[in-house]
């Protein structure tokens, strides 16, 4: 019969101030700043709530850091001396990557929708892109709306430009026109931008 296997935990790991260089664990950054026996300082400047602020040896500052069970990180490396904070190294860099998120979700997203008519588009088609195009740039996204010529239609080409700019006379009240009908080999194409609220 075959024995079980037996179960031993894992020891700890060390924390950063033991000394050891802990490996990046595979998709995880490097450490962007020197933390504990990394910082190089002969002295640094200790700000923060958890502490007396003032000029430290870097031994009482890992000393104090020590006592709370916490990390010594660097974070301005160029001042004189060096500024240091006393924190828990994982959850400020957990802080910064989530601030780092709102600030990307806040950077706007251009969105440009595509709308395609043919230079012979029947009212019933003209009038259900057209509702489309509202909804679109009711939502902030941009309208590119192209007139696509195939074989011998490019002879209707100013076909083509009347419907664009009847198109953009309709919407009028949701977008400004950004870029006026502009023929690029077989699609005459027309830009508009949602009118700001």
């Known amino acids: 019969m075959a024995k079980k296997p037996v179960y031993r935990p894992r020891p700890a790991a060390p924390r950063p101030n033991s000394g050891s260089q802990r490996p990046a664990q595979a998709g995880q950054p490097k450490e962007q700043h020197a933390i504990n026996d990394r910082i190089r300082a002969q002295q640094v400047r200790l700000v923060g709530d958890n502490v007396e602020q003032g000029i ?10 020590d006592e709370q069970e916490l990390d010594l990180v660097e974070i301005s490396p160029n001042a004189e001396p060096p500024v240091c904070k006393i924190l828990d190294y994982q959850k400020f860099l957990y802080q910064q990557k989530k601030h780092q998120k709102e600030q990307k979700a806040k950077a706007v997203k251009v969105v440009v929708k595509e709308i395609r008519f043919g230079p012979q588009t029947d009212d019933h088609d003209y009038n259900f892109k057209l509702k489309h195009a509202i909804g679109f740039l009711q939502e902030g996204a941009k309208v590119k709306a192209y007139v696509f010529f195939k074989g011998r239609s490019i002879l209707f080409k100013e076909q083509g430009e ?29 830009m508009l931008s949602p009118k700001k609220k």
């Open 56 to 65: 430290y040896s870097i031994q009482q500052a890992l000393r104090m850091a």
């Open 162 to 190: 009347v419907l664009l700019l009847r198109f953009a006379n309709d919407l009028e009240d949701y977008g400004k026109v950004e870029q006026m009908p502009l023929l690029e080999g077989k699609r005459m194409i027309i």
